[in-house]
């Protein structure tokens, strides 16, 4: 069965950093694209960034170019998300995602979400 | 690509047919992506490409539609799908999703 399991929810000062994490399991995780989709409070999807299966594609939001990095360890079946110079507006739930197949960017399994919160 | 969703809101009764629209800014190929989402949990993918049902998903849910004008319709609705739904594209980067469209109970 396929689990993607994300680290816990975390309270951070504005122009911190934090890395997000989500171990995966139940699938050959290094054949899959993976992505991150965040979600402000009482608001819709906000599609954030993905990585490829080789991590040779990475691609961001305009609203996180330059301060998020997208990452994987295939070998550990993990995916990360560097936040750095954080803002109030990044405070959202962030989930993380499987691409429906290697080069897929619609989503079939979803993390259960860590909730990001920006505030001093 | 923006995705408009309409109707925001969309207040139905168990047994009802719901039409729920996801109109594109431009055209583009069916690389389109319908999900449910209750409170507090994350999305469920329905369909994928316009009109393929994810594993699992019941035949009530369909989709359909091309170029810039999409449709997901629930032929009768059964209490658990009251809840958010979303369109997603993924033809062309930045991916992007519509606001969503809330179904309530009339």
């Known amino acids: 069965e396929v689990h993607l399991v994300q680290s816990g929810g975390v309270l951070v000062k504005p122009g911190g950093s934090l890395r997000l994490s989500c171990a995966a399991s139940?699938?050959?995780?290094?054949?899959?694209?993976m992505t991150w989709v965040r979600q402000a409070p009482g608001k819709g999807l906000e599609w954030v960034s993905s990585i490829s299966s080789t991590s040779l594609y990475i691609y961001y939001a305009d609203s996180v170019k330059g301060r998020f990095t997208i990452s994987r360890d295939n070998a550990e079946n993990s995916l990360y998300l560097q936040m750095n110079s954080l803002r109030a507006d990044d405070t959202a739930v962030y989930y993380c995602?499987?691409?429906?197949?290697?080069?897929?960017?619609?989503?079939?399994?979803w993390g259960q979400g860590t909730l990001v919160t920006v505030s001093s | 690509i923006v995705l408009t969703q309409s109707p925001a809101t969309l207040s139905l009764s168990p047994g009802d047919r719901a039409t729920l629209s996801c109109r594109a800014s431009?055209?583009?190929?069916?690389?389109l992506a319908w999900y449910q989402q209750k409170p507090g949990q994350a999305p469920r993918l329905l369909i994928y490409d316009a009109s393929n049902r994810a594993t699992g998903i019941p035949a009530r849910f369909s989709g359909s539609g091309s170029g810039t004008d999409f449709t997901l319709t629930i032929s009768s609705l059964e209490p658990e799908d009251f809840a958010l739904y979303y369109c997603?594209?993924?033809?062309?980067?930045?991916?992007?999703f519509g606001g969503g469209t809330k179904v309530e109970i009339k």
């Open positions: 995602a499987r691409g429906r197949y290697s080069s897929s960017w619609d989503f079939d399994y």
């Open positions: 997603q594209q993924r033809f062309i980067w930045p991916l992007t």
């Open positions: 431009q055209t583009f190929n069916n690389y």
């Open positions: 139940g699938f050959t995780f290094e054949t899959y694209a």
